[in-house]
Protein backbone atom coordinates (compact mmCIF):
# COMPACT_ATOMS: atom_id res chain seq x y z
CA UNK A 1 0.00 0.00 0.00
CA UNK A 2 1.13 3.46 -0.94
CA UNK A 3 1.95 5.74 2.27
CA UNK A 4 -1.26 7.68 3.39
CA UNK A 5 0.84 10.59 2.88
CA UNK A 6 0.85 10.07 -1.32
CA UNK A 7 -2.40 8.79 -1.01
CA UNK A 8 -4.24 11.62 0.68
CA UNK A 9 -3.13 13.72 -2.31
CA UNK A 10 -6.18 12.03 -4.39
CA UNK A 11 -8.66 12.50 -1.86
CA UNK A 12 -12.15 12.91 -3.14
CA UNK A 13 -15.17 13.64 -1.37
CA UNK A 14 -17.64 10.49 -1.24
CA UNK A 15 -20.80 11.53 0.55
CA UNK A 16 -22.63 13.42 3.89
CA UNK A 17 -24.16 11.29 5.89
CA UNK A 18 -27.02 12.69 7.78
CA UNK A 19 -27.05 9.69 10.41
CA UNK A 20 -24.66 6.88 11.45
CA UNK A 21 -27.43 4.53 9.93
CA UNK A 22 -26.99 6.18 6.00
CA UNK A 23 -22.93 5.69 5.99
CA UNK A 24 -21.72 3.93 3.14
CA UNK A 25 -20.67 -0.02 3.94
CA UNK A 26 -18.46 -0.49 6.92
CA UNK A 27 -15.36 -2.40 4.94
CA UNK A 28 -11.79 -1.29 4.94
CA UNK A 29 -10.52 1.17 6.98
CA UNK A 30 -11.51 5.00 8.09
CA UNK A 31 -9.42 7.65 10.15
CA UNK A 32 -12.31 10.16 11.38
CA UNK A 33 -11.62 13.31 13.01
CA UNK A 34 -13.26 14.57 15.97
CA UNK A 35 -13.51 17.51 18.14
CA UNK A 36 -15.06 21.43 19.51
CA UNK A 37 -16.94 22.91 16.60
CA UNK A 38 -14.40 25.42 15.46
CA UNK A 39 -11.42 23.64 17.14
CA UNK A 40 -10.03 23.35 13.01
CA UNK A 41 -11.02 19.33 11.80
CA UNK A 42 -12.00 20.66 8.22
CA UNK A 43 -8.88 22.80 8.61
CA UNK A 44 -6.70 19.78 9.48
CA UNK A 45 -8.21 17.41 6.46
CA UNK A 46 -7.31 20.16 4.11
CA UNK A 47 -4.14 20.71 5.33
CA UNK A 48 -3.73 16.96 5.36
CA UNK A 49 -4.99 16.47 1.29
CA UNK A 50 -3.49 19.55 0.55
CA UNK A 51 -6.73 21.01 -0.71
CA UNK A 52 -7.85 24.55 -0.07
CA UNK A 53 -11.79 23.56 -0.18
CA UNK A 54 -12.55 19.39 0.01
CA UNK A 55 -14.15 20.09 3.38
CA UNK A 56 -16.01 23.06 4.11
CA UNK A 57 -14.30 25.42 6.41
CA UNK A 58 -16.03 28.52 8.35
CA UNK A 59 -15.39 31.42 11.07
CA UNK A 60 -18.96 30.09 11.82
CA UNK A 61 -19.11 27.23 14.06
CA UNK A 62 -21.18 24.40 14.12
CA UNK A 63 -20.29 24.28 10.01
CA UNK A 64 -19.95 20.68 9.59
CA UNK A 65 -23.51 19.19 10.33
CA UNK A 66 -22.97 15.54 8.56
CA UNK A 67 -20.50 12.99 9.03
CA UNK A 68 -18.32 13.92 5.52
CA UNK A 69 -16.62 11.12 4.34
CA UNK A 70 -13.19 11.52 1.84
CA UNK A 71 -11.74 8.55 -0.03
CA UNK A 72 -8.56 8.17 -0.25
CA UNK A 73 -8.13 5.24 -2.91
CA UNK A 74 -10.36 4.85 -6.02
CA UNK A 75 -12.10 1.64 -4.54
CA UNK A 76 -12.70 3.89 -1.24
CA UNK A 77 -11.66 1.08 0.76
CA UNK A 78 -9.53 3.68 2.74
CA UNK A 79 -11.36 7.05 3.59
CA UNK A 80 -11.36 9.83 6.33
CA UNK A 81 -14.46 10.96 8.24
CA UNK A 82 -14.94 14.76 8.80
CA UNK A 83 -17.25 14.31 12.33
CA UNK A 84 -20.09 17.45 12.93
CA UNK A 85 -18.32 19.31 15.97
CA UNK A 86 -19.40 19.34 19.45
CA UNK A 87 -19.94 21.66 22.14
CA UNK A 88 -21.82 24.68 20.01
CA UNK A 89 -23.97 26.48 22.12
CA UNK A 90 -26.35 27.73 19.36
CA UNK A 91 -27.50 24.49 18.03
CA UNK A 92 -29.80 23.69 19.98
CA UNK A 93 -30.16 21.31 22.43
CA UNK A 94 -31.81 18.24 20.84
CA UNK A 95 -29.85 18.50 18.04
CA UNK A 96 -26.80 18.20 20.43
CA UNK A 97 -28.19 15.25 21.95
CA UNK A 98 -29.10 13.52 18.29
CA UNK A 99 -25.23 14.39 17.33
CA UNK A 100 -24.30 12.74 20.98
CA UNK A 101 -25.66 9.44 20.09
CA UNK A 102 -25.19 9.63 16.11
CA UNK A 103 -21.36 9.82 16.82
CA UNK A 104 -21.66 7.34 20.10
CA UNK A 105 -23.00 5.27 17.66
CA UNK A 106 -19.83 5.71 15.44
CA UNK A 107 -17.06 5.43 17.22
CA UNK A 108 -18.54 2.66 19.36
CA UNK A 109 -20.39 0.33 16.02
CA UNK A 110 -17.70 1.17 12.84
CA UNK A 111 -15.86 -1.55 12.76
CA UNK A 112 -13.77 -0.16 9.56
CA UNK A 113 -12.73 2.75 12.41
CA UNK A 114 -8.59 2.24 12.84
CA UNK A 115 -8.76 5.74 15.03
CA UNK A 116 -9.82 9.40 15.92
CA UNK A 117 -7.79 12.28 16.10
CA UNK A 118 -9.14 14.47 18.28
CA UNK A 119 -8.83 18.24 17.26
CA UNK A 120 -8.88 20.42 19.85
CA UNK A 121 -7.59 24.43 19.93
CA UNK A 122 -4.21 24.41 21.43
CA UNK A 123 -5.58 27.76 23.49
CA UNK A 124 -8.84 25.65 25.10
CA UNK A 125 -7.84 22.22 25.03
CA UNK A 126 -9.40 19.10 27.00
CA UNK A 127 -13.00 20.60 27.26
CA UNK A 128 -15.60 18.72 29.21
CA UNK A 129 -17.08 17.22 25.17
CA UNK A 130 -13.24 16.55 24.59
CA UNK A 131 -13.09 14.46 27.61
CA UNK A 132 -16.55 12.62 26.81
CA UNK A 133 -14.85 12.32 23.74
CA UNK A 134 -11.98 10.26 25.02
CA UNK A 135 -13.35 8.22 27.13
CA UNK A 136 -15.96 6.77 24.25
CA UNK A 137 -13.14 6.18 22.29
CA UNK A 138 -11.32 4.18 25.31
CA UNK A 139 -14.73 2.57 25.74
CA UNK A 140 -14.61 1.42 21.80
CA UNK A 141 -11.46 0.73 22.11
CA UNK A 142 -10.14 3.15 19.21
CA UNK A 143 -6.52 4.51 18.83
CA UNK A 144 -6.76 8.00 19.38
CA UNK A 145 -4.50 10.97 18.90
CA UNK A 146 -5.14 14.15 20.23
CA UNK A 147 -3.85 17.16 17.59
CA UNK A 148 -3.73 20.47 19.61
CA UNK A 149 -4.41 23.04 16.18
CA UNK A 150 -3.87 26.65 15.74
CA UNK A 151 -0.42 26.19 17.49
CA UNK A 152 0.16 29.42 15.43
CA UNK A 153 -2.02 31.38 17.97
CA UNK A 154 0.62 30.83 21.48
CA UNK A 155 4.26 31.50 21.88
CA UNK A 156 6.72 28.90 21.91
CA UNK A 157 6.52 28.98 25.69
CA UNK A 158 2.96 28.95 25.94
CA UNK A 159 2.48 26.43 23.75
CA UNK A 160 5.47 24.17 25.39
CA UNK A 161 3.68 24.82 29.26
CA UNK A 162 0.13 23.79 27.64
CA UNK A 163 1.87 20.37 25.97
CA UNK A 164 2.93 19.33 29.83
CA UNK A 165 -0.19 20.34 30.75
CA UNK A 166 -2.27 18.03 28.47
CA UNK A 167 0.44 15.04 28.64
CA UNK A 168 -0.25 15.37 32.97
CA UNK A 169 -3.86 15.52 32.32
CA UNK A 170 -3.75 12.71 29.10
CA UNK A 171 -1.86 10.44 31.60
CA UNK A 172 -5.45 10.00 33.68
CA UNK A 173 -7.77 10.48 31.15
CA UNK A 174 -6.54 8.61 28.44
CA UNK A 175 -3.12 6.68 28.81
CA UNK A 176 -2.82 5.46 25.54
CA UNK A 177 -3.74 8.75 23.64
CA UNK A 178 -0.70 10.55 21.83
CA UNK A 179 -0.74 13.50 21.36
CA UNK A 180 0.77 16.61 19.60
CA UNK A 181 0.82 20.57 17.92
CA UNK A 182 -0.21 21.25 14.95
CA UNK A 183 -0.68 24.09 12.83
CA UNK A 184 -3.13 23.87 10.15
CA UNK A 185 -2.36 27.44 8.80
CA UNK A 186 1.24 26.97 9.06
CA UNK A 187 1.96 23.23 8.60
CA UNK A 188 3.58 22.87 11.54
CA UNK A 189 3.46 18.93 12.88
CA UNK A 190 2.15 17.87 9.26
CA UNK A 191 4.93 15.03 9.01
CA UNK A 192 4.37 13.84 12.95
CA UNK A 193 0.90 13.29 11.81
CA UNK A 194 1.35 11.81 8.79
CA UNK A 195 3.01 9.27 10.05
CA UNK A 196 0.78 8.37 12.88
CA UNK A 197 -1.99 8.48 10.33
CA UNK A 198 0.30 5.64 8.22
CA UNK A 199 0.83 3.64 11.33
CA UNK A 200 -2.60 3.49 11.98
CA UNK A 201 -3.59 1.88 8.92
CA UNK A 202 -0.76 -0.41 8.25
CA UNK A 203 -0.72 -1.57 11.87
N1 LIG B 1 -4.82 30.54 13.12
C1 LIG B 1 -5.34 29.37 12.78
N2 LIG B 1 -6.64 29.28 12.41
C2 LIG B 1 -7.13 28.06 12.09
C3 LIG B 1 -6.32 26.90 12.10
N3 LIG B 1 -7.10 25.84 11.76
C4 LIG B 1 -8.34 26.34 11.55
N4 LIG B 1 -8.37 27.68 11.74
C5 LIG B 1 -9.55 28.58 11.60
O1 LIG B 1 -10.54 28.18 12.53
C6 LIG B 1 -11.86 28.33 11.99
C7 LIG B 1 -12.61 27.02 12.08
O2 LIG B 1 -12.01 26.05 11.25
P1 LIG B 1 -12.82 24.78 10.68
O3 LIG B 1 -11.82 23.93 10.01
O4 LIG B 1 -13.99 25.22 9.89
O5 LIG B 1 -13.29 24.13 12.06
P2 LIG B 1 -14.19 22.84 12.30
O6 LIG B 1 -13.64 22.17 13.50
O7 LIG B 1 -14.27 22.02 11.04
O8 LIG B 1 -15.60 23.50 12.65
P3 LIG B 1 -17.08 22.84 12.51
O9 LIG B 1 -17.21 22.28 11.14
O10 LIG B 1 -17.95 24.01 12.81
O11 LIG B 1 -17.18 21.80 13.58
C8 LIG B 1 -11.66 28.83 10.56
O12 LIG B 1 -11.80 30.23 10.57
C9 LIG B 1 -10.24 28.43 10.24
O13 LIG B 1 -9.64 29.25 9.30
C10 LIG B 1 -4.93 27.04 12.46
O14 LIG B 1 -4.13 26.10 12.52
N5 LIG B 1 -4.51 28.29 12.78
MG1 LIG C 1 -15.89 21.43 9.91
Keep these: MPNIATLM ?47 KTSSTPGKTRHINLFALNETGTIRLADL ?19 ITAYITARESLKGVVVV ?10 DRQMLVLCRTGGRP ?13 NRRAQTMQQVKKELAFLAPSATFSAFSALKKDGLAELQSLLNSWVTS
Design 9 to 55: KSARFITSAPAFASLPRDEGMEIAFAGRSNAGKSSVLNRLTNRKELA
Design 84 to 102: PGYGYAKVDVREQRRWGDE
Design 120 to 129: MDIRHPLTEN
Design 144 to 156: VHVLLNKSDKLTS
